[in-house]
């Protein structure tokens, strides 16, 4: 299994991304994917993930912090999950990391990404 995450970069404040997160070894559609995000000196935060189409016909959540400006989606044919962030704030800058869980609908995560630098200039 194997995650890679992309479209990391510098943006200024109120400027969008698209985060990818192209999957091989495991059918996203049949996963719990999340993304997650750990800023320096900081514990690693959630900040969004969708469930298996299985649960509840794909489900999202997300934290308080991003909800109204992130997005999750997925992209079954490409085997893809996006973050869409909007809005970005100096506070969003981390590093970004996807996951997925291989139980349906939430849970613990079983594989993740490597990570991409995600920086915001104020």
């Known amino acids: 299994v194997q995650l890679v995450e992309s479209g990391g970069g510098l943006v200024q404040a109120g400027g969008s991304l698209r985060l990818s997160c192209a999957a091989s070894?495991?059918?996203?559609?049949?996963?719990?994917m999340g993304w997650f995000r750990r800023a320096p000196g900081k514990a690693r935060e959630f900040i969004t993930a969708i469930t298996a189409l299985s649960w509840r016909g794909g489900s999202t959540d997300y934290a308080d912090s991003v909800k109204g400006r992130f997005t999750i989606s997925r992209d079954n044919a490409k085997n893809t999950v996006y973050l869409q962030m909007n809005s970005l704030k100096p506070e969003d800058t981390a590093v970004y990391y996807c996951a997925a869980g291989s139980i349906p609908g939430p849970g613990e995560y079983d594989y993740w990404g490597q990570g991409t630098q995600v920086t915001v200039s104020s």
């Open positions: 070894g495991l059918t996203v559609s049949r996963y719990s």
